[in-house]
């Protein structure tokens, strides 16, 4: 029975060890990172010696209510009108999408097949433009695009293989919408903004993101999960490639109205982070394991994908070494991991004005932190259901529901 207890007390040490490395990990990216970059959004990158070519895919199924905005955004880009095209790739649609891109200018390709999934969609896409493209552009039929993405986007694309627009919320009054928004410019703010400035690599978000037409072709097979944009950033940084993100273009993406909506579309999201791992992790470990830091960072994030994970972790570790000695670790890295955790992300917050203190405010991150704790009876059905292929529609948002984009 000792021996049970020993080894059930070294285990949890363990547990307790790692939780807390990788919340100093993830500290001291976001802190760096956020102090370089306070310096780096102040200065213009380099710009490539002529401006690229862009082929834009929107992939739609099913979206004719929303898909002509887009279209007028893309075709509304300051940007040269000979240097851009763009094709609607209707993807198993039953609906009137085909003809409702057509008429708001875009070529469109109607495009069937028997299998679910994106990646469907942004082959055809690919293979719609011809040769004498600097890059292919994907985007969701419900995104917003303000004017000037495409030129911050060539601004930042000298010797650069992939790139990915930052990701913003539309702007909804909606309660569980907003809560769900807020999330999204934290994890910005927090997360992806410091690598930005680190120069580590980002992960494809769906939308608003630009791959080289010969890279993108290397990759047009292989992709099983459901989840094909974490599952190809993974697949690029393990082959060397880096995923950048350009905080200076935005692209805004509709949340969530409904709670049975937004639950289906987590759960498909943990069941393809968890074929992700599953089939791509241990490659990816070995190329971190000669040195690409950026092979390190994706690789810890896809074992702990969420600041919530470590911030509960490294408080229960706290208060469990104050209940029980037996349970406590050197008192200076708990604490310094607390601080971290807690009170630098309130400082940044508060400094690039995420949260005010105002009662909306305080509100407004409350229900954000109420909405973050159901990622864990999402993430246990999905684990319980991780062989489960379904795509649920996602109602959108209309254009006279909401005030355009923040």
């Not at 986007?153 to 907003?178: G, M, N, T, Y």
């Not at 994706?298 to 969420?306: D, E, G, H, R, S």
Request: hydrophobic share 45%; proline share 5%; with cysteine.
């Amino acid at each position: 029975m000792r021996q049970v207890l020993r080894t059930l007390r070294l285990t949890i040490r363990a547990g307790q060890l790692a939780i807390v490395a990788v919340s100093l990990y993830q500290s001291a990216i976001t802190i760096a990172g956020y102090r370089k970059y306070r310096r780096y959004r102040e200065v213009r990158p380099e710009p490539p010696e002529g401006l690229p070519r862009f082929g834009l895919v929107v992939c739609a199924r099913n979206e004719e209510d929303v898909i002509a905005r887009i279209v007028a955004d893309l075709l509304a880009q300051d940007y040269p009108a000979e240097l851009r095209d763009v094709v609607v790739v209707a993807h198993n649609c039953s609906d009137n999408t085909a003809s409702a891109a057509a008429r708001a200018g875009a070529r469109v390709i109607e495009h069937y097949t028997a299998a679910a999934g994106k990646a469907h969609a942004i082959e055809a896409g690919r293979l719609a433009f011809g040769p004498g493209y600097d890059f292919i552009g994907v985007f969701d039929a419900d995104a917003r695009v303000a004017p000037g993405m495409l030129t911050e986007i060539a601004a930042h694309s000298k010797d650069r293989e992939c790139l990915q627009a930052e990701v913003v919320p539309i702007a909804d009054p909606d309660w569980l919408a907003e809560g769900y928004g807020f999330g999204r410019k934290a994890r910005n703010l927090f997360w992806w903004r410091p690598r930005e400035a680190l120069g580590l690599s980002t992960t494809i978000t769906g939308s608003g993101w630009f791959i080289r037409p010969g890279i993108l072709a290397q990759y047009a097979t292989g992709s099983w999960t459901m989840t094909e944009d974490l599952e190809l950033s993974v697949r690029l940084v393990t082959d060397g490639h880096a995923v950048t993100y350009v905080s200076r273009a935005q692209i805004a993406c509709g949340e969530p109205r409904e709670l049975k909506s937004s639950m289906q579309q987590r759960s498909r999201w943990v069941r393809g982070h968890i074929h992700v791992v599953m089939g791509r992790w241990l490659p990816l470990v070995r190329r971190a394991a000669t040195g690409d830091l950026r092979a390190l960072d994706l690789a810890i994030y896809l074992v702990v994908p969420t600041r919530l994970l470590t911030r509960m972790g490294v408080t229960v570790t706290a208060v469990a070494g104050l209940i029980t000695p037996a349970f406590a670790l050197p008192g200076v890295i708990v604490w310094a991991a607390m601080a971290g955790e807690w009170l630098a992300p309130a400082y940044i917050g508060w400094k690039e004005r995420l949260v005010h203190l105002s009662s909306g405010s305080l509100m407004l991150g409350l229900r954000h932190s109420i909405l973050s704790l159901l990622w864990f009876p999402i993430g246990a059905w999905a684990m319980g259901t991780a062989r489960l292929r379904a795509w649920h529609a996602m109602p959108r948002i209309l254009e006279r529901e909401t005030n355009n984009v923040r």
